[in-house]
């Protein structure tokens, strides 16, 4: 397995109505950080977003352009009219990558049957990973349990690293 390079960047973004008005703190977005954080990642974020296409589709293209390695978000991924984050992820992803998302939704099944309504997706543009996680601080640690062993691989793999 390979070792995350000690430049390894991640940018984090949640897309959320409530906390981007601030009628509440983002706490799925800052426990998404620290776990990044504890990772070996450099940082950015959270870029706190209204639930809009538009505007979620602007971050993440800046996120990638930025040459991050890893873009991950949190929020906007469920059944709710206003959950349109897999929507603006698939304006940017180049390739799909869908084991990743169906991982993330498994992995938490078992203590949380709902996990299974997320819509989140996964893959990449240009040398970035996008991933869309839950918008819950749970879901966001269950789903770094599942990427944390994959990101070191994934990142050496878009950096042109050899299998």
Known sequence: MSELPGDAR???VTASNRASAGVY???SGQALAEGLRG???AVEGPHVRPDDVDALV?????????GADVVLTTGGTGLSPTDVT???TRRVLEREAPGIA???RRYGEPQVPTSVLSRGLAGT???TLVVNLPGSTGGVRDALAVLGPLLPHVVTQLRGGDH
């Open 125 to 127: 543009a240009g040398r």
């Open 102 to 104: 169906e991982a993330v």
């Open 39 to 41: 990772l070996g990642f």
């Open 86 to 88: 897999p929507e603006a």
């Open 58 to 66: 602007t971050v993440l293209r800046e996120a990638v352009a930025s």
């Open 10 to 12: 991640a940018v984090v």
């Open 25 to 27: 703190a983002d706490r």
